[in-house]
């Protein structure tokens, strides 16, 4: 089992910056993949990022990638996602996810455990 708890959602004005953060607790975090998705009102999840177990690959969606950064810390079982100039399309209740697979993957029914989420809003 792992549990995942998000954390760094807000109010920010476009063009601003945000760091979400999710920490994770249960089995070695390093045996997992990891991954961001976020739901908007009225819209399915939507992937956003992975990192794969070892941390040498990620993927990124076409609408985030050069903008969102994710990474990940084992000393600290935590799992991050930088965004900067963010958008009010940005805006979404973002969760980050856990995948036994080890491999980066965009499909949510991969990911076998889900945080709660963290409000992302963003005003124009």
């Known amino acids: 089992q792992v549990q995942l708890v998000e954390s760094g959602g807000g109010l920010v004005q476009a063009g601003g910056s945000l760091r979400l953060s999710c920490a994770a607790s249960?089995?070695?975090?390093?045996?997992?993949?990891m991954g961001w998705f976020r739901q908007a009102p009225g819209k399915e999840r939507e992937f956003v990022a992975a990192?794969?177990?070892?941390?040498?690959?990620?993927v990124y969606a076409d609408s985030v990638k050069g903008r969102f950064t994710i990474s990940r810390d084992y000393a600290k079982n935590m799992l991050y996602l930088q965004m900067n100039s963010l958008k009010p399309e940005d805006t979404a209740l973002y969760y980050c996810a856990a995948d036994r697979s080890l491999i980066a993957t965009m499909t949510p029914f991969r990911y076998d455990y889900w945080g709660q989420g963290t409000q992302v809003t963003v005003s124009s």
């Open positions: 990192i794969s177990g070892s941390g040498g690959s990620t």
């Open positions: 249960g089995r070695t975090f390093s045996s997992y993949a």
